[in-house]
Every structure is written in structure tokens, then in C-alpha cells.
């Protein structure tokens, strides 16, 4: 059962990581206990980059995660950027003693017990949806909350007033993973592997991906019938309805039809590609389950636009065209981005973080290109499955952004294109695949797109 905040008010409670959601759940503590003192577990590093030296009711503890170490405390909080499976052992020796640790997440859904919530996950697709599904029931004359792992912690919207209609929640698999709620609906989009580092395996994250479609989570489960590992594996789900099936709302190639009506043709909007197709058949999906037509509010997808670093051109110099793909952080993802683009005169940048995701269906399926430009960490494994298929796309690994769009002009005609879609997280150069769009953008003699999401909020 979700918590509520009143439920800490007489108790030891620390917030575990300063990200942006543990930074949202220390806001709120101090803002609904104003004279509490709180814990702060964080790293020695963490620590030294803050100070709390304006507020002498934190306690920052720097001692390495251990039993001892959460055992001071009756709950904490943890921020979802933080595995547990490194510390589970800890975990549970605490929790004999009493400690109970929890999600902002949950805390959100403990003061939202009855909203109509829709919550959206994937592998790929989900911020885009998320922000589809919220355009098009704000076109309802709905009032909408679009937050999650979007760019909003639920924590920072816990009280609106006045409240929301509905609210649209992008969910990562690290926040389902500990899941504690009941949201009226849980729309899964796609699934393929992904945050191994964080989840240790392909049967765990698949496993936390898909935590809200548990019998008496949601009340409703929206699956993409086209993915048959998802498929299968919600096979035994009952409370679902699907998108992409004939009968259904479904993507045929750049278009969405409903059953054998056509009533999208992508060619007519901003977005790109036979995915975002299915992204707007899940949210036609989803607004379809709260009750609402979804035809008559279609017009608003004409002003839709992109979300940053999905494949967003940046603009075109000495006859090169430059799209930013930043958030593409598995294979797939960039196998899609170029499916949506379509073109052989085309040079992709891959290559960041090293989540231990293999690379062999990548080079299995990729079409002619005129070039891959590979860097960052996982650069070798990368180049060791273009050797093992020999391959025949010229290849030329580099160390830097920098390197690599001089890279890609060099292997381009005029009227080419240089794409960045790097099929890997960024965390071996950059903070977030936002900064690493932005490299790419300076890099090609381009300002910085701005990185702000429209729709964010409550409104």
C-alpha cells in the first residue's frame, strides 16, 4: 500500500541520493515538516559537491550503504538512480530491524490513491507518448499533469490546486522497480533490453519493467500487440487491451488507422517515422480507456511538436544536414531512427556508456549506410560485432564529439545527413543525453537546441 507523508511525521526518515528526485523529496520533506531533522545518505564525492551548511536539520551520513548504516532510520527514500541489487542483502538485514525504505514515487501515489493516472513505460518512445497522450487530453478541455521521468518528479507536483483531470506519468524501469501504487492505467510500449548495469540482467529488468502489470496494480494494462517478447510475456494478463492490432488503434508504416480507417498520416505533423506512428497509436489508446473520443481532438497532433534530441535537425551547413537523436540509448532505438530517415546517404554516430547490451541484432539488421562513426566506451564492443558480420559499411572509431561529426563530414556527400543516435546511455562523457546533443550541436557550428520539454506540468 502507498505511504502517505503523514506517516513520517513521528518518524527517523532519510532521503538515500541527490539526484533530481532525491533533491524533490528533500524539498517536500522540509516543506510539510519545516522543523524535522532528516538523514542525507550520500557518498563522500556526493557530499563534498553540496552544502547544507542554510539548514542544520540535515544530517549528512557518508558511511558506505550498510545495515548499519540504514538501520538509524525507520524509513528512507530512495532515489531511483541508486540500484538495490548491489545492496540488497543490507537492505534486508535493515528492514528486519524495521527499516522501510520507499519511493518518491510511491509517496506521490499515497496522496493520489483515486486520480485518473495514467502511467506509460518502454524501452523506447515513453516521453513522447507521455507528452502525446497529455496534448491530446488537454485538447479535451481536460486539466492535465504531465510529470515522472519526463523532467518533473511527481514529488515537486504532489499538491496542485486546483487538482488535475488526469494525470500523464512517464515511468522508468528503475521507478517501477519498486513500485508501490495504484494507477488507473499502465500503457507498456515496447520492450528490448536495456539498463543492465542497474538491473544485473535481461530476466530482472524485464521483470521490474513490468511490476504495474501485476494483478491488482492497475486496472487496466495497455500493451503494443506488435512486440511479441512483451507480448509473451503478458501473456497471462487478463486486465489488458492492446494497440498496433488490426481491430485496434495501429501504426501501418508512417500512418495510424483504426481498424481499416486511416485517421494519421505522420507526413501531415512534425514527427518522423514508422515508431512514432505507434507512439500516437498508444496514445490514442490511452485517452480512448479514460472514456474520451480521441478523433475529434486529432487536429492537435498537427501542432505537436518533437521532443529534443529525437531526432531533431538541428539545421543543414555546406550541404550537410546535422539530426540530434541524443536520447537513443539502446541498438533498437537507433535502428529505428534510421528506418524513420530512410536514406542510404546517411552517417550515424554510435556509441557511449556500456551497459553490457549486445550489439550483434544491430549489425544484423542495419541497412547501407554511408558510414558509422563509433566512440565512447563501449566503442569495442561495438566494433567486435561489425567484425564478426563483416560488415560493409565503412567504420572509423574517434575519441570526442569533436572527432566524431569531422568524422561524419568527411564520409558524407552534399546533401547528406549526419545523424546522432548513439544506441548507449552517455554517463562515460556526459552527465545526460541532453548535454550530449548539445556537444553534437556545437560540435557542427550550431547553437544548443533548447532542451525544455513542452507540456511539462500542470495546466
Same mark, same amino acid.
Given at each position: 500500500?502507498?505511504?502517505?507523508?503523514?506517516?513520517?511525521?513521528?518518524?527517523?526518515?532519510?532521503?538515500?541520493?541527490?539526484?533530481?528526485?532525491?533533491?524533490?523529496?528533500?524539498?517536500?520533506?522540509?516543506?510539510?515538516?519545516?522543523?524535522?531533522?532528516?538523514?542525507?545518505?550520500?557518498?563522500?564525492?556526493?557530499?563534498?559537491?553540496?552544502?547544507?551548511?542554510?539548514?542544520?536539520?540535515?544530517?549528512?551520513?557518508?558511511?558506505?550503504?550498510?545495515?548499519?548504516?540504514?538501520?538509524?532510520?525507520?524509513?528512507?527514500?530512495?532515489?531511483?538512480?541508486?540500484?538495490?541489487?548491489?545492496?540488497?542483502?543490507?537492505?534486508?538485514?535493515?528492514?528486519?530491524?524495521?527499516?522501510?525504505?520507499?519511493?518518491?514515487?510511491?509517496?506521490?501515489?499515497?496522496?493520489?490513491?483515486?486520480?485518473?493516472?495514467?502511467?506509460?513505460?518502454?524501452?523506447?518512445?515513453?516521453?513522447?507518448?507521455?507528452?502525446?497522450?497529455?496534448?491530446?487530453?488537454?485538447?479535451?478541455?481536460?486539466?492535465?499533469?504531465?510529470?515522472?521521468?519526463?523532467?518533473?518528479?511527481?514529488?515537486?507536483?504532489?499538491?496542485?490546486?486546483?487538482?488535475?483531470?488526469?494525470?500523464?506519468?512517464?515511468?522508468?524501469?528503475?521507478?517501477?522497480?519498486?513500485?508501490?501504487?495504484?494507477?488507473?492505467?499502465?500503457?507498456?510500449?515496447?520492450?528490448?533490453?536495456?539498463?543492465?548495469?542497474?538491473?544485473?540482467?535481461?530476466?530482472?529488468?524485464?521483470?521490474?519493467?513490468?511490476?504495474?502489470?501485476?494483478?491488482?496494480?492497475?486496472?487496466?494494462?495497455?500493451?503494443?500487440?506488435?512486440?511479441?517478447?512483451?507480448?509473451?510475456?503478458?501473456?497471462?494478463?487478463?486486465?489488458?487491451?492492446?494497440?498496433?492490432?488490426?481491430?485496434?488503434?495501429?501504426?501501418?508504416?508512417?500512418?495510424?488507422?483504426?481498424?481499416?480507417?486511416?485517421?494519421?498520416?505522420?507526413?501531415?505533423?512534425?514527427?518522423?517515422?514508422?515508431?512514432?506512428?505507434?507512439?500516437?497509436?498508444?496514445?490514442?489508446?490511452?485517452?480512448?480507456?479514460?472514456?474520451?473520443?480521441?478523433?475529434?481532438?486529432?487536429?492537435?497532433?498537427?501542432?505537436?511538436?518533437?521532443?529534443?534530441?529525437?531526432?531533431?535537425?538541428?539545421?543543414?551547413?555546406?550541404?550537410?544536414?546535422?539530426?540530434?537523436?541524443?536520447?537513443?540509448?539502446?541498438?533498437?532505438?537507433? !535502428?529505428? /531512427?534510421?528506418? $524513420?530517415? *530512410?536514406? =542510404?546517404?546517411?552517417? &550515424?554516430? @554510435?556509441?557511449?556508456?556500456?551497459?553490457? +547490451?549486445?550489439?550483434?541484432?544491430?549489425?544484423?539488421?542495419?541497412?547501407?549506410?554511408?558510414?558509422?562513426?563509433?566512440?565512447?566506451?563501449?566503442?569495442?564492443?561495438? !566494433?567486435? /560485432?561489425?567484425? $564478426?558480420? *563483416?560488415? =560493409?559499411?565503412?567504420? &572509423?572509431? @574517434?575519441?570526442?564529439?569533436?572527432?566524431? +561529426?569531422?568524422?561524419?563530414?568527411?564520409?558524407?556527400?552534399?546533401?547528406?545527413?549526419?545523424?546522432?543516435?548513439?544506441?548507449?546511455?552517455?554517463?562515460?562523457?556526459?552527465?545526460?543525453?541532453?548535454?550530449?546533443?548539445?556537444?553534437?550541436?556545437?560540435?557542427?557550428?550550431?547553437?544548443?537546441?533548447?532542451?525544455?520539454?513542452?507540456?511539462?506540468?500542470?495546466?
Amino acid at each position: 500500500m502507498a505511504l502517505h507523508l503523514d506517516s513520517l511525521r513521528l518518524r527517523k526518515v532519510a532521503v538515500w541520493g541527490y539526484g533530481a528526485e532525491g533533491q524533490a523529496a528533500l524539498r517536500l520533506l522540509r516543506a510539510y515538516f519545516p522543523n524535522k531533522k532528516f538523514g542525507l545518505i550520500l557518498d563522500a564525492d556526493e557530499a563534498a559537491r553540496w552544502d547544507f551548511g542554510d539548514d542544520p536539520m540535515i544530517e549528512v551520513v557518508t558511511d558506505p550503504p550498510s545495515a548499519g548504516t540504514f538501520g538509524q532510520f525507520q524509513y528512507i527514500i530512495k532515489s531511483p538512480g541508486i540500484s538495490p541489487y548491489p545492496y540488497r542483502k543490507a537492505m534486508e538485514w535493515a528492514g528486519f530491524r524495521g527499516t522501510r525504505f520507499i519511493s518518491g514515487t510511491s509517496l506521490w501515489f499515497g496522496h493520489h490513491p483515486r486520480d485518473k493516472t495514467a502511467v506509460i513505460t518502454g524501452t523506447k518512445g515513453k516521453s513522447t507518448t507521455s507528452a502525446l497522450t497529455a496534448a491530446l487530453l488537454r485538447a479535451s478541455g481536460a486539466r492535465v499533469g504531465l510529470a515522472g521521468n519526463i523532467g518533473l518528479p511527481l514529488l515537486d507536483v504532489i499538491a496542485v490546486d486546483p487538482p488535475a483531470d488526469y494525470w500523464v506519468i512517464e515511468l522508468s524501469s528503475y521507478q517501477a522497480a519498486d513500485f508501490v501504487g495504484h494507477p488507473a492505467i499502465f500503457a507498456v510500449l515496447n520492450l528490448s533490453p536495456e539498463h543492465l548495469d542497474w538491473h544485473g540482467d535481461v530476466e530482472t529488468y524485464y521483470n521490474d519493467k513490468l511490476r504495474l502489470a501485476a494483478p491488482g496494480v492497475a486496472d487496466l494494462v495497455i500493451a503494443n500487440a506488435g512486440d511479441t517478447t512483451l507480448m509473451s510475456r503478458l501473456a497471462g494478463i487478463e486486465h489488458k487491451t492492446v494497440f498496433n492490432h488490426r481491430g485496434f488503434w495501429h501504426a501501418r508504416g508512417a500512418t495510424v488507422w483504426y481498424d481499416d480507417v486511416c485517421v494519421v498520416d505522420l507526413a501531415q505533423t512534425a514527427l518522423r517515422g514508422e515508431h512514432n506512428a505507434g507512439n500516437v497509436a498508444a496514445a490514442l489508446t490511452i485517452v480512448e480507456s479514460f472514456g474520451i473520443d480521441p478523433r475529434p481532438l486529432l487536429p492537435a497532433l498537427a501542432s505537436f511538436q518533437p521532443l529534443p534530441h529525437r531526432l531533431t535537425s538541428i539545421g543543414s551547413r555546406d550541404g550537410i544536414e546535422y539530426i540530434d537523436d541524443s536520447i537513443a540509448t539502446t541498438p533498437a532505438a537507433t !535502428l529505428a /531512427a534510421i528506418r $524513420a530517415l *530512410n536514406r =542510404s546517404d546517411l552517417v &550515424v554516430i @554510435v556509441g557511449g556508456f556500456d551497459r553490457g +547490451v549486445d550489439w550483434a541484432s544491430f549489425v544484423a539488421s542495419v541497412p547501407k549506410l554511408n558510414g558509422l562513426v563509433v566512440t565512447g566506451q563501449n566503442a569495442g564492443r561495438i !566494433l567486435t /560485432a561489425l567484425s $564478426a558480420a *563483416n560488415l =560493409s559499411v565503412p567504420t &572509423v572509431q @574517434v575519441a570526442d564529439m569533436e572527432s566524431a +561529426v569531422a568524422a561524419a563530414q568527411s564520409m558524407l556527400p552534399s546533401g547528406g545527413v549526419a545523424l546522432l543516435s548513439p544506441g548507449a546511455p552517455s554517463f562515460d562523457q556526459y552527465p545526460n543525453y541532453a548535454a550530449r546533443g548539445r556537444a553534437f550541436a556545437v560540435a557542427a557550428g550550431f547553437e544548443p537546441i533548447d532542451d525544455r520539454i513542452a507540456g511539462i506540468g500542470v495546466f
